[in-house]
């Protein structure tokens, strides 16, 4: 089945610093990578999305991009700030009727000010 | 703005203890997963209904956990008895459907066995 590995596990940045963070996956036929923020306590938020066919997606300070070949994907968020501090996950979504979303370990990010 | 919405947020118990923990999708999402995540790892899933049918519970340790569905809205997760590894954040998600992109994920029930 489909296995995520995440990398930093913990990242720490001085705020306006850029932060990436980057998984890679096991199965080929996955289509759909979500990347998920979790504050302490709260639930799990969408803040970036790509699917297969495409290679780069930008959202003001974050984008995501995808390389099918080598089987990663990475998270980037520029000009960091203090309230970007949360843990991040990446997921994967194998292509299958039915399937549902295998995630990252996670990477905790701290922006210092 | 609609969210997943559960109960108890937090739930304290004893181990041999039966719990519960309540999902109540948002409005016309047919698909409900429910996720464990352990403290310091990722959510990983253990069943997914389509509507009121299990489509996934491969990871679900049927010999003390169930879930039902009943009338394809909301859902309950149980445990009986509880062990002590047990512990951990029960998170509900749903989707509009199986293959639908964006998962909405609920606040989730702190489970603590004692």
């Known amino acids: 089945g489909e296995n995520v590995e995440q990398h930093p596990s913990t990242l720490s940045v001085q705020e306006g610093d850029s932060a990436v963070i980057k998984c890679t996956y096991s199965d080929s036929a996955s289509n759909y990578f979500p990347w998920y923020k979790q504050e302490l306590g709260k639930r799990p938020q969408l803040i970036i999305d790509?699917?297969?066919?495409?290679g780069e997606k930008k959202d003001q300070r974050i984008a995501v991009t995808l390389n099918k070949t080598a089987k990663h994907f990475s998270l980037h968020i520029t000009e960091t700030q203090p309230e970007d501090s949360a843990v991040y996950f990446c997921a994967a979504r194998p292509n299958q009727a039915g399937t549902a979303l295998i995630f990252g370990k996670g990477t905790t990010l701290s922006v210092s000010s | 703005e609609a969210e997943v919405a559960q109960s108890p947020r937090y739930k304290i118990t004893e181990k041999s203890q039966a719990v519960a923990f309540w999902c109540d999708p948002i409005?016309?999402?047919?698909?409900l997963y429910w996720y464990r995540q352990i403290l310091g790892q990722g959510p990983e899933l253990l069943v997914q209904?389509?509507?009121?049918?299990?489509?996934?519970d491969s990871q679900l340790p049927k010999d003390r956990f169930s879930a039902e569905r009943l009338k394809g809205v909301d859902s309950t997760l149980k445990i009986q008895p509880a062990e002590l590894g047990d512990s951990a954040m029960y998170l509900c998600?749903?989707?509009?459907?199986?293959?639908?992109?964006?998962?909405?994920f609920g606040p989730g029930t702190r489970l603590t066995v004692l």
């Open positions: 409005s016309g999402h047919a698909t």
């Open positions: 998600a749903s989707s509009w459907w199986a293959q639908g992109d964006e998962q909405f």
């Open positions: 790509i699917r297969s066919n495409v």
């Open positions: 209904f389509q509507d009121e049918s299990v489509v996934d």
